[in-house]
């Protein structure tokens, strides 16, 4: 769809409405995010593993999958064995009231 169409569909009420919505929905966005970012709590996620890095980076290997054909990746960065998954968002669950818990990579088998 063309700007001419568009216009045929919306009238310049209807434009100016659409676009003053999408400009503050984006300036409220934003200082959600820097809020987050630059207030007196860091906002970051990982307080554990490998903060030396400016990025942590695994990989992780077919053969890594278990024997039940599922491997646990850790998304609450509190696990022991990370990048795999220990149970830990079990207790941050608990203490934060958070629902973070591990992404599960399954492998089906060829029948």
């Known amino acids: 769809m063309d700007v001419n169409e568009l216009k045929t569909l919306l009238s310049n009420e ?3 409405m659409g676009l003053a919505t999408g400009l503050v ?3 409220t966005l934003s200082l959600i995010f820097l809020k987050a970012c630059f207030s007196g709590s860091s906002g ?3 307080k ?3 903060l030396s890095k400016p990025k942590v980076v695994d990989s992780l290997d077919m053969e890594d999958i ?3 054909g599922m491997l646990k990746v850790c998304r609450c960065w509190k696990s022991k064995t990370f990048p795999l998954c220990d149970g830990s968002h079990v207790q941050h669950n608990k203490e934060c009231g958070d629902n973070v818990g591990p992404a599960l990579v399954t492998h089906k088998k060829k029948q």
């Open 48 to 50: 554990a593993v490998e």
């Open 25 to 27: 929905s984006g300036v």
């Open 44 to 46: 970051r996620v990982n």
């Open 14 to 16: 209807d434009l100016v």
């Open 66 to 68: 278990a024997a039940d």
